[in-house]
């Protein structure tokens, strides 16, 4: 009852995370059809490459589990695409090394997953170890991804091309995750409890540097020297 249950809770949240990640690559299209020069402007694209990883191995957990999990699975095949989209979007405003190398790296992946989806009954063992393992790796990445895109805003002064409401809805998606986790049984969840713990403080401190970067004068100096 308690896993159908935190189950829908969870799916209605992802859904409302995936408007928050809608919503970020709206502002890009929409900077773009307005001529802004830095249509990107401070996005890391080292914490938006992470944030699909982070999608992508949530993606693969869910069909690797002993009975696939629908609520895991098509939302964050979702969120991959439009990360997805978003990268390419970097690479289209910046055409640097990086970005490519991002493009490709996460082109890559999708390509083996969908891959992996297809064939998960033959090799239903290997891809639940390779998932685990995944997070646990991508919990790592997504934590340095953050501090990048943290330590840009500081530096700068500035929030840039970051949309705020991404990282709010996101922050709600987190916290069901983990009650829905949780209802899984932590023997069987901790990865995905991790991740969203792990993910949720970093919400959680971007969405002050929303604050920090009105209030301040640190932030106010920082934008006049860029």
């Known amino acids: 009852m308690w896993y159908d249950f ?3 809770i969870n799916t209605v949240f992802i859904f409302i995370s995936l408007y928050g990640v809608y919503l970020q690559l709206n502002k890009l299209w929409l900077r ?3 001529g802004e020069r830095k249509v990107t402007d401070i996005l890391s694209q080292n914490q938006f490459t992470m944030s699909f990883l982070a999608y992508f191995s949530f993606f693969v957990y869910g069909y690797s589990l002993d009975i696939f999990n629908h609520y895991i699975v098509w939302p964050r095949l979702i969120a991959s695409v439009l990360m997805m989209l978003i990268l390419f979007e970097m690479w289209q405003d910046r055409k640097s090394k990086a970005s490519v190398v991002s493009l490709f790296l996460v082109g890559v992946c999708f390509t083996l997953g969908i891959i992996g989806l297809a064939f998960n009954e033959s090799i239903a063992d290997q891809s639940k170890q390779v998932s685990t393992i995944l997070i646990i790796i991508i919990t790592l990445l997504l934590t340095q991804g953050y501090a990048h895109q943290i330590k840009l805003i500081i530096c ?3 929030t840039g091309a970051i949309d705020i409401r991404m990282s709010q809805f996101i922050l709600m998606m987190d916290i ?4 829905f986790a949780m209802s899984i049984g932590v023997e069987k969840a901790w990865p ?3 991740l969203a713990i792990v993910s949720g403080i970093t919400k959680v401190i971007i969405m002050y540097l ?3 970067a009105r209030v301040s004068p640190n932030a106010k100096v920082r934008r006049e020297i860029e």
Do not use: M, P, R
Request: aromatic share 22%; hydrophobic share 45%; charged share 5%.
């Open 6 to 8: 935190f189950g829908v």
């Open 32 to 34: 773009k059809s307005s």
């Open 156 to 158: 700068s002064g500035s």
């Open 176 to 179: 069901s995750t983990i009650a």
């Open 192 to 194: 995905l409890i991790l």
């Open 210 to 212: 929303f604050y920090w």
